[in-house]
């Protein structure tokens, strides 16, 4: 599985991540939408599309920054974008948008953010597993 992922072309990891994140925007609409009405529909949305903004931002650093130099930097510049879009896109709309932040806004962003640390992190490491030599290869 690693060699397969690693060998995928960066619109392909995103293309799966955008995947995953829909199916999950899927199965949390009707329980968003039965919740709080079409306040909850638009917060889960929102939420959805905060997280994967900041993780195909992430995966792209992770990207442009692979190599055994600067692996290091495209993994915390990544985790950077990956944390502090969502974190700061939240306060805003919190204090900004009071609605989104009674239906549920939070809440939605924690399930979307978790799942696509989980998806993120999955791809970036085939990635830079597939830079690495294994042991055989010598």
Do not use: H, N
């Not at 999950?24 to 939420?47: C, D, E, I, N, R």
């Not at 709309?93 to 009674?102: E, T």
Request: charged fraction near 10%; charge should be neutral.
């Amino acid at each position: 599985m690693w060699i397969y992922l690693g060998r995928l072309s960066f619109a392909a990891r995103a293309g799966i991540l955008g995947g995953c994140v829909a199916l999950a925007w899927a199965a949390t609409m009707p329980l968003a939408y039965w919740s709080a009405g079409a306040a909850g529909a638009q917060a889960a949305s929102v939420a959805a599309g905060v997280c994967f903004a900041g993780t195909i931002l992430a995966l792209a650093t992770t990207e442009m920054l692979s190599g055994p130099l600067r692996a290091l930097y495209g993994v915390l510049l990544g985790m950077f974008a990956r944390t502090g879009l969502p974190l700061v896109a939240t306060l805003v709309i919190y204090f900004k948008v009071p609605a989104l932040a009674d239906a549920g806004l939070v809440v939605y962003l924690l399930v979307f953010y978790f799942l696509t640390l989980v998806v993120e992190t999955v791809l970036a490491i085939s990635c830079l597993r597939q830079e690495q030599p294994s042991p055989g290869d010598t």
